[in-house]
T-cell receptor, first 111, second 113 residues
Framework: GEDVEQSLFLSVREGDSSVINCTYT??????LYWYKQEPGAGLQLLTY?????DMKQDQRLTVLLNKKDKHLSLRIADTQTGDSAIYFC???????????FGRGTSLIVHP | DVKVTQSSRYLVKRTGEKVFLECVQD?????MFWYRQDPGLGLRLIYF???????EKGDIPEGYSVSREKKERFSLILESASTNQTSMYLC????????????FGPGTRLLVL
């Protein structure tokens, strides 16, 4: 089945850019998502990208997709302390309704 | 605003007790899911449901059962709670059309003593 990998931790200084990376194995993945989980809360959809896109920008967030390498990244510009959370990458082949989640990357933002 | 609610934020139960976790969504979604989340393991799918009275096993169904008698409500049942079921339980729902985005509840943190 699908396998989604993320690094577990990322530490950045406030004001810098953060880049969270994700790799996946199933080339038929159609929908690719980034979720954010704040402490003690459920997951909240941050942004998504379709497999026929290379890039999507939404305010401070930029998603890059390299289909050839099966690599997805989330860039957060001007990272703030409020961005400290766990970020999950999830991919879905479309039509299955069940995304496969990575283990999550804990983003720590320090002053 | 879309909403998925879970009956409890925190629960403490004793080994051997029967535990009910309730999830309600107000978006008329067909699909509903139960996950457990453990540090370093991410989200693991326990059960899901495509429609009323339908259920499918996920990756880790052992020790759990589910019930979906109404479209908006999906219950997770621990027939005889064990300490290794101490975890954060997350409910989610999604539509069968469009983007298939999952919407999550706030989670229930269960401690089994």
């Amino acid at each position: 089945g699908e396998d989604v990998e993320q690094s577990l931790f990322l530490s950045v200084r406030e004001g810098d850019s953060s880049v969270i990376n994700c790799t996946y194995t199933d080339s038929s993945s159609t929908y690719l998502y980034w979720y954010k989980q704040e402490p003690g809360a459920g997951l909240q959809l941050l942004t998504y990208i379709f497999s026929n896109m290379d890039m999507k920008q939404d305010q401070r967030l930029t998603v890059l997709l390299n289909k050839k390498d099966k690599h997805l990244s989330l860039r957060i510009a001007d990272t703030q302390t409020g961005d400290s959370a766990i970020y999950f990458c999830a991919v879905s082949p479309g039509g299955s309704y069940i995304p496969t989640f990575g283990r999550g990357t804990s983003l720590i933002v320090h002053p | 605003d879309v909403k998925v609610t879970q009956s409890s934020r925190y629960l403490v139960k004793r080994t051997g007790e029967k535990v009910f976790l309730e999830c309600v969504q107000d978006m008329d979604h067909e699909n509903m899911f139960w996950y457990r989340q453990d540090p370093g393991l991410g989200l693991r799918l326990i059960y899901f449901s495509y429609d009323v009275k339908m259920k499918e096993k996920g990756d880790i169904p052992e020790g759990y059962s589910v019930s979906r008698e109404k479209k908006e409500r999906f219950s997770l049942i621990l027939e005889s709670a064990s300490t290794n079921q101490t975890s954060m339980y997350l409910c989610a729902s999604s539509s069968r059309t469009g983007l298939e985005t999952q919407y999550f509840g706030p989670g229930t943190r269960l401690l089994v003593l």
